[in-house]
């Protein structure tokens, strides 16, 4: 077989112009994946030759890729915010739109011994990237899929974030059921596209699980679900914090005005669309 150079290899972008946007970007992180090096030593090595088991990996992988599958998928990991989370098919794969979340997360909250819930947690990276940032909060991450557990578990220890605790169960329920019913804090991402949009056809979403994704009622019936539980886990003054889609802000902001919170505010994501809204659970501002 013929020689490889990773000089040539980073030639090889055609083929995934068809499936992807960012073909050589993709090439970048395959080859780094196969050389297990980071970005630079592409750069600083370019007549360097793969082996014969890097070059069937390559190889292997470019075809996986041109077949559709997620880079984050071939490679079993995703960074997000600081963090490097592993991934699988069980779960969401960690999107940039997500950091802007935890942003938004910790501008509403210092450090302190704060307690704070992510409910739909998938690979943990919310929860995992909040306690990166303070340690001294208590995480509780939660999520229905066994699957998601286990991972968001293994991200935990490998990462070594020893104040996240994950549960199985349905949103607010395992919090519920342990009595952890004053959060300072709920977070989440959960599925909230509606089941008619067309781009679930199209690109990575095709290999993630659909219940991570979609919901009925327009993509609304997850959010309006969570903002009714929180209430029962919302300590007063806590805060309910959602991603949400890029036209689904005044449908969020009413479906928590209708619940009772109060300063409902909206964020706009890097790409400045609205994406992540705010209330707060204030009783007093209920009572007659
Ligand atoms: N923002 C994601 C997408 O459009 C959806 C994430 C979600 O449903 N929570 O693919």
């Given at each position: 077989m013929t020689a490889l150079t990773i000089a040539q290899a980073l030639l090889l972008s055609k083929p995934l112009e068809q499936i992807s946007d960012t073909p050589e970007l993709d090439l970048q992180l395959l080859l780094q994946g196969v050389l297990d090096k980071p970005r630079s030593y592409l750069y600083t090595w370019p007549e360097r030759e793969l082996s014969e088991s890097q070059r069937q990996q390559f190889q292997d992988w470019l075809q996986r890729r041109q077949n559709g599958e997620p880079i984050a998928h071939i490679l079993g990991q995703r960074d997000f915010w600081t963090l490097t989370l592993a991934v699988n098919p069980t779960t969401l794969i960690p999107r940039p739109d997500t950091e802007r979340l935890v942003e938004v997360a910790l501008e509403l909250l210092a450090d302190g011994p704060h307690k704070v819930a992510d409910l739909g947690t998938g690979t943990g990276a919310i929860a995992l990237a909040l306690s990166s940032e303070r340690p001294k909060w208590q995480l509780y991450a939660t999520d229905r899929v066994a699957e998601a557990v286990d991972l968001a578990r293994r991200?935990?220890?490998?990462?070594?974030?020893?104040?996240?605790?994950?549960?199985?169960?349905?949103?607010?329920?395992?919090?519920?059921?342990?009595?952890?019913?004053?959060?300072?804090?709920?977070?989440?991402?959960?599925?909230?596209?509606?089941?008619?949009?067309?781009?679930?056809?199209?690109?990575?979403?095709?290999?993630?699980?659909?219940?991570?994704?979609?919901?009925?009622?327009?993509?609304?019936?997850?959010?309006?679900?969570?903002?009714?539980?929180?209430?029962?886990?919302?300590?007063?003054?806590?805060w309910l914090v959602f991603e949400h889609g890029y036209d689904q802000r005044e449908s969020v902001q009413a479906c928590l005005s209708q619940r009772g919170y109060s300063n409902i505010k909206t964020f706009v994501d890097l790409g400045d669309n609205d994406r992540v809204s705010v209330g707060q659970w204030l009783p007093a501002a209920n009572a007659e």
């Open positions: 991200n935990r220890d490998q990462l070594g974030l020893t104040r996240v605790e994950v549960f199985q169960g349905s949103w607010c329920q395992p919090l519920i059921e342990q009595g952890l019913t004053s959060m300072d804090m709920i977070v989440s991402n959960p599925p909230y596209i509606d089941p008619q949009d067309k781009h679930l056809g199209e690109g990575d979403v095709r290999f993630e699980p659909r219940s991570a994704l979609v919901a009925d009622n327009s993509g609304m019936a997850d959010i309006e679900a969570i903002s009714e539980q929180a209430l029962a886990c919302l300590k007063p003054g806590g």
